[in-house]
């Protein structure tokens, strides 16, 4: 009697702390990293926090920031959608087709159009000139050889002042180059959106960040942590600007940890494509 009022006992306790240790395991979910350089890791967090990450849509920061927009053409759009989403005061970046007349352009069929980067920014934290000196010094395929429209050098101004700074910028540019400069400026017209394949092309090349963070094809063009991340995996801008970014826009911290391994990576490398 007293073995099976001891036996009775035991297994009380063990069915309790079998309950408990259930009831906690339902606060947990595991999640496997792939597509990372060292290879898989296996972590467990907890369930709460994971389906906030599932949960995050990244903001598109529409906010109340009055912005000014930019249009360039400066070969391959991938690296230019890289090097500008980077950059301190870019808000937000997309690619497309600009700069001619034929209607409706595609990728495979885009008429007298140049591939161009059209950008989102805050002038008070960026400036036009900032912004050109960038267009100046990274073109694919330099400012004085002649290439074909599609890759041409292009500046489209969206007001009289930018007009004014970039026929001024040209004279500058060409003095210190002695030579004569093939860049077009021209008013802004019609901007047509590049395919979604095309919006954020480095960033797409980890689609696992992509599917983490819910962005849609739609905020691969207006958000803001798209144009950041996309940048940072290329290895553009600075490290006290990227911890400061991924901090401001919430990046759970396993994207963040790749994030920083790629722009180590990647730093100082070739943009182009």
């Known amino acids: 009697m007293a073995f099976l009022r001891y036996f009775w006992c035991f297994s009380g306790l063990v069915l309790i702390a079998s309950v408990a240790i259930l009831a906690g395991l339902k606060q947990w979910n595991l999640y496997i990293l792939r597509d990372i350089p060292f290879g898989w890791v296996i972590q467990w967090a907890p369930l709460s926090n994971v389906t906030a990450q599932q949960e995050i849509k990244m903001p598109s920061l529409e906010q109340e920031v009055p912005f000014k927009k930019a249009t360039f053409g400066m070969g391959c759009f991938w690296a230019n959608d890289a090097l500008f ?121 980890h689609g696992w960040i992509v599917e983490e963070l819910n962005l849609t094809p739609e905020q691969l063009q207006t958000s803001t942590a798209a144009a950041k991340l996309n940048g940072y995996v290329a290895g553009v801008g600075n490290r006290e600007d990227l911890e400061r970014d991924l901090k401001m826009l919430g990046i759970p911290e396993k994207i963040a940890s790749f994030v920083r391994i790629q722009y180590s990576e990647n730093e100082g490398g070739n943009l182009y494509c």
């Open 85 to 205: 989403g980077a950059q301190r005061g870019v808000l937000r970046t997309r690619v497309g087709y600009a700069g001619g007349t034929t209607p409706n352009p595609v990728y495979k069929d885009m008429g007298d159009h140049t591939e161009v980067i059209e950008i989102d920014y805050d002038p008070e934290i960026i400036s036009y000139r900032d912004l050109l000196k960038l267009f100046w010094d990274n073109h694919e395929y330099g400012v004085t050889t002649v290439i074909k429209r599609q890759y041409m050098s292009l500046i489209l101004y969206h007001e009289e002042e930018q007009r004014h700074i970039a026929e001024l910028d040209i004279k500058v540019e060409a003095g210190k180059r002695n030579e004569k400069l093939i860049t077009e400026i021209a008013p802004a017209g019609p901007f047509y959106p590049a395919e979604d394949y095309h919006q954020k092309y480095r960033l797409q090349k």
